[in-house]
């Protein structure tokens, strides 16, 4: 195991370490903590921007082994949903509700009008929901986290305010080599359990984020109780880094370019059965030029930064594989459910082109073609291998269509999910919170907890489905709705609507089947009057229990 003390950490200062959590943690419920043998352990792992179609399990080209053993080991979840960015769905991950009920109606700093300062907008995970780790530590279980939290910047709002009894987290994104900040000028800021730092040169988050939770399991072996490990990587998230050796390994691999690449993933799709087999595929992103028409320099840089691209993921797979490799040799990986998905689709905006990200980047990076990759280079990789990343479906993150919002996810869980299985029932990341309590023998509180009022679930327990002795999660007339920044959707049974805000005042909603066209290219509108008209009241009903605020 990487020896910690090799990263240089330094503090910057100390945060409060009393009173600061809204309550001291209630003692472990005894009779769970006398049934801790039976109760397995659980490790939920979120990629940050991964595409669906960037695992060889979902079809992608890159090596990903370990990750692939995972998912063919288990069950693959080929119609799971997420919200369309980051912060949204961790806080649906960790409430089992809706991002406008927990905190995060919209991202933090970009509450606009009449959002601020209004109930589920306030930026973090907040106290009117019941958060997993909370729950998870009452039942008896250790709670553990590394990664991203991005779901509250201060003390009385990070991890540790939230059930997590140890954790080190990027705050609010996705630095990867060395300290340079993903969002700005300075050093990216991380929490050590209660303590601000920084991190030094050295630094490479998926290693570091595996070696850490390593060292907590590790140190608590002695304690029989169960524990839960949240690995929150930010790998592939922007901006791409990741060391030289890991890139040379895809020299040339996509030199053909992303037209080439977007091919070869569809047919990979289609012999998969994750579409049909006369599926046409999307076209081309409007605007964005064709391969053939780039220059050869900037041909070779596009392909460079696909490179990088590939290596983060591939890096990713290694570290996993190496965490899997360590719960083997502890003799615990047979009694842990591990759960895997992205937190939304590839990022296919180029927000290094834009002030005042692109005004820092050309003043702290070096771009140059050799130093792409290191950590002091800054670059995205676009639109165009975005669209590759989301095969087969539409658009990308940030994005109301099935490329932002629907994700590759799997569960292993030796001896009781299946191996080989997979299964096309719809979930969402709210499932996740009802699932993991199930699993630990617990209960949601419901609309109390630690003296203040709640909001229950929205989710539903996947465990009946998992086990294999349900087809599906949800009954037939249950919906789920999105929003985020103007963007909007509603899904129920095989239809789904889409209001896309960068229409501008030609937006409209759109009806699509899902199951006839996973690519939402024949608007149904029209067509089915009366099926649209009962989908907006789904929406109008959403948007009032949900305390949704539009703006836009």
């Known amino acids: 195991m990487r020896n910690r003390r090799s990263l240089s950490v330094f503090l910057i200062s100390l945060a409060c370490l009393a009173g600061c959590v809204a309550d001291d943690p209630p003692a472990p419920d005894a009779s769970l903590e006398q049934n801790a043998a039976s109760r397995p352990n659980i490790v939920l792992i979120v ?7 960037d695992l060889g399990a979902f079809g992608g080209e890159i090596p990903t082994p370990n990750i692939d053993a995972l998912a063919h080991g288990g069950m693959m979840l080929t119609q ?9 769905t961790r806080s649906m991950l960790l409430s089992g509700t809706d991002n406008h009920v927990a905190g995060l109606g919209v991202m933090a700093g970009r509450q606009t009008g009449p959002q601020r300062g209004q109930p589920g907008y306030e930026g973090y995970l907040n106290f009117q929901v019941a958060a997993l780790p909370e729950l998870l530590r009452d039942a008896g279980y250790r709670t553990y986290m590394t990664g991203k939290w991005h779901l509250g910047a201060d003390v009385e709002t990070g991890p540790a305010a939230r059930g997590f009894e140890r954790s080190f987290v990027s705050i609010d994104g996705a630095a990867h080599l060395g300290g340079l900040s993903w969002n700005g000028p300075g050093l990216a800021p991380y929490r050590d359990g209660e303590t601000l730092v920084h991190v030094g040169d050295d630094f490479y988050s998926t290693r570091f984020y595996t ?10 072996r002695a304690d029989e109780r169960p524990f839960f490990a949240y690995l929150a990587y930010t790998a592939p998230h922007w901006p791409l880094q990741a060391p030289p050796e890991s890139i040379e390994k895809f020299k040339g ?27 046409a595929g999307i076209p081309p992103v409007e605007g964005q030029p ?24 591939s890096d990713l797979d290694a570290e996993i594989g190496r965490f899997v490799a360590y719960l083997e040799s502890i003799g615990e990986l047979d009694n842990t459910l591990i759960f895997f ?23 702290c990076c070096d771009n140059a073609y050799e130093n792409l990759g290191a950590g002091d280079s800054y670059v995205m990789y ?5 669209r590759a ?34 299964s096309d029932a719809f979930a969402t990341v709210m499932d996740v919170l009802p699932t993991f309590l199930e699993v630990a023998e617990t209960k949601h509180p419901g609309t109390t907890y630690r003296g203040r009022r709640v909001a229950t679930p929205l989710g539903e327990s996947m465990l009946p489905l998992l086990k294999g002795d349900a087809t599906a999660v949800h009954a037939d007339d249950y919906y789920v709705g999105w929003e985020l920044f103007g963007h909007r959707a509603v899904r129920r049974g095989d239809w789904k609507i889409v209001w896309d805000s960068r229409d501008g005042e030609n937006a409209r909603w759109q009806l699509f089947n899902i199951a006839a066209d996973p690519g939402e290219q024949r608007d149904l509108a029209a067509d089915e009057p009366e099926r649209l008209a009962e989908m907006i009241d789904l929406w109008e009903r959403y948007v009032r229990d949900n305390g949704v605020i539009l703006t836009e």
């Open 382 to 386: 676009g639109p165009n291998w975005a």
């Open 80 to 88: 799971f949903y997420t919200s369309m960015t980051c912060s949204p």
């Open 389 to 422: 990343g989301s095969v087969p479906f539409r658009d990308a993150k940030q994005s109301a269509y099935e490329g932002g919002i629907r994700v590759p996810a799997f569960v292993h869980w030796p001896g009781v999910v299946p191996a080989g299985t997979r």
């Open 341 to 363: 998905l992205s937190d939304n689709g590839p990022e296919g905006l180029r927000r290094d082109l834009d002030a005042p990200l692109s005004d820092w980047v050309a003043t």
């Open 253 to 279: 691999l996509y030199d053909d370019g992303y037209e080439a690449l977007y091919r070869r993933r569809l047919e990979r799709a289609k012999a998969l059965g994750l579409v049909p087999p006369d599926f």
């Open 47 to 53: 990629a940050d921007d991964l595409g669906y179609s």
């Open 290 to 313: 064709t391969w053939e028409e780039l220059s050869d320099e900037e041909r070779r840089v596009e392909a460079r930064k696909m490179e990088i691209y590939a290596a983060m993921v």
């Open 211 to 220: 070696d850490r939770m390593i060292e907590y399991i590790d140190a608590d």
